[in-house]
């Protein structure tokens, strides 16, 4: 039923920003937790970033000081500033969310993923 939407990606050379925002769509009894994810060619699924109901955050050390997690708690929008990127930062980036989505107390849902490609 809650279906998750990222936008924001696309080509940026390394020094420069990015800002990703995702957007939950649905029956949202309670968003819990929402996140970033990041898969580059041939390497597994990475947490990138998450923030909960609280306010609290946590980051890969790759992008401690670099990124910053931040949520539209009202409209369950999250979001993703990208400073200082690198070339390894280059990936497909997927948003993640964890609530009480529709009749499910323990949902959890991914979006399509948005790319981020950056050049060096």
């Known amino acids: 039923q809650v279906q998750l939407v990222e936008s924001g990606g696309g080509l940026v050379q390394a020094g420069g920003s990015l800002r990703l925002s995702c957007v939950a769509s649905g029956t949202i009894f309670s968003m819990n937790t929402m996140g970033w994810y990041r898969q580059a060619p041939g390497k597994q699924r990475e947490l990138v970033a998450t923030i909960i109901s609280s306010g609290n955050t946590n980051y890969a050390d790759s992008v401690k000081g670099r990124f910053t997690i931040y949520r539209d708690k009202s409209k369950n929008t999250v979001h993703l500033q990208m400073n200082s990127l690198k070339p390894e930062d280059t990936a497909v980036y997927y948003c993640?969310?964890?609530?009480?989505?529709?009749?499910?107390?323990?949902?959890?849902?991914w979006g399509q993923g948005t790319l981020v490609t950056v050049s060096s």
């Open positions: 993640n969310a964890a609530g009480w989505f529709g009749r499910n107390p323990m949902g959890e849902v």
